[in-house]
């Protein structure tokens, strides 16, 4: 919840509204786990409370441990169904991947959540609940997060309603005071709530683009129909990426489909004098998809290519691959009904 809500809730409870701020600061500064943990507020509204809410913090039911010190966790959501979130430790940083619904509509050809068909949207406090239980507090070892990234299961613009609040939630000084700049957004470019999350906040944004060829992209990336890619990169064009807000555009690479120098060519003239980076991940085979990752000479090459042009691209430390948690691999197949 938010402050303003939080603020109605102490209302019904006929609490004075500063209670709203005490709840406030228990949930995200001191993440109270109970409501009795709350000593500044009465037993009889703690009552209250408890009776009429519960505070969702809901522990991961199981945790996968890359080599690479990477942690993949499955949460439950209810009604049998689960999601993962990834936590990527990355020297002084430790990033999580939080899933923003329960399989996606997008339906990416290369993407194992996508097989899975969509199946629900998370709430806030689902979405909340990845970022206040990763690490857990018997991990004093693991670094606490200082990065989210919207890039796990789902399109998260598909469920912005949510994913909004949950920005809120992160940014607002009786939040978790985060800067925006820890904040990324991933999506296929969905609109118009594309040009709302660019209204409306300062987090950073990550377009998945994949490949500059229209017929090539709507082959593989559905959206590309409702939302072009073209149409896209106009609305972006709108916005300043020089400064505080990062864009970066995605782009998997695929052996013998997009990593040769006319994609790359393609890609350059679709970016044009956009102020952005290209991020070139490497591809992970998913069961029933018959494409192959491009070889690391082809991503230098593509890599290089790119940087002559003037565009920044970087290729993509792969995480977490020998636990299915890395890019396009999170689907929760055995239980996700
Ligand atoms: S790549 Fe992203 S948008 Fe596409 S199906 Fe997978 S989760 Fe959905």
Request: aromatic share 8%; hydrophobic share 40%.
């Amino acid at each position: 919840m938010t402050l303003a809500e939080l603020q109605d809730v102490a209302y019904r409870g006929g609490m004075p509204r500063f209670v709203g701020k005490q709840l406030a600061e228990w949930l995200y500064s001191k993440r109270a786990a109970s409501f009795d943990e709350m000593v500044n507020i009465s037993k009889k509204n703690k009552e209250w409370l408890a009776a009429n809410y519960e505070i969702g913090r809901v522990a991961p039911s199981k945790a996968s441990k890359s080599a690479d010190g990477t942690v993949k966790y499955l949460f439950p959501v209810g009604g049998g169904r689960t999601i993962e979130s990834v936590y990527i430790p990355d020297k002084e940083r430790a990033t999580i991947c939080v899933s923003s619904q329960v399989g996606c509509k997008m339906n990416c050809y290369f993407c194992a959540t996508g097989k899975m068909g969509f199946k629900a949207n998370l709430t806030a406090a689902q979405i909340i609940n990845q970022i206040l239980s990763v690490p857990p507090a018997d991990a004093p070892h693991m670094n606490p997060l200082t990065n989210v990234v919207f890039m796990g299961m789902g399109e998260p613009l598909d469920n912005f309603q949510e994913v909004s609040r949950v920005i809120e939630i992160l940014t607002a000084p009786w939040g978790l005071a985060w800067s925006p700049k820890r904040i990324t957004v991933s999506t296929v470019g969905k609109m118009p709530q594309l040009k709302d999350l660019l209204d409306k906040t300062q987090v950073h944004v990550a377009v998945s683009v994949h490949t500059a060829d229209v017929a090539q992209r709507e082959s593989m990336m559905p959206a590309q129909k409702a939302f072009p890619i073209s149409t896209v990169m106009k609305v972006l064009s709108g916005y300043d990426f020089s400064h505080q807000r990062r864009l970066s555009l995605e782009y998997i690479m695929w052996k013998g489909v997009n990593d040769d120098i006319a994609h790359a060519d393609m890609l350059v003239k679709l970016i044009g004098n956009l102020e952005c980076r290209v991020n070139l991940i490497r591809f992970h085979a998913i069961p029933g998809v018959d494409l192959q990752p491009a070889s690391d000479e082809r991503m230098l090459m593509f890599r290089n290519h790119l940087n002559q042009k003037g565009i920044t691209a970087t290729i993509r430390a792969s995480r977490g691959e020998d636990i299915d948690a890395a890019c396009g691999m999170l689907s929760t197949k055995s239980n996700g009904r």
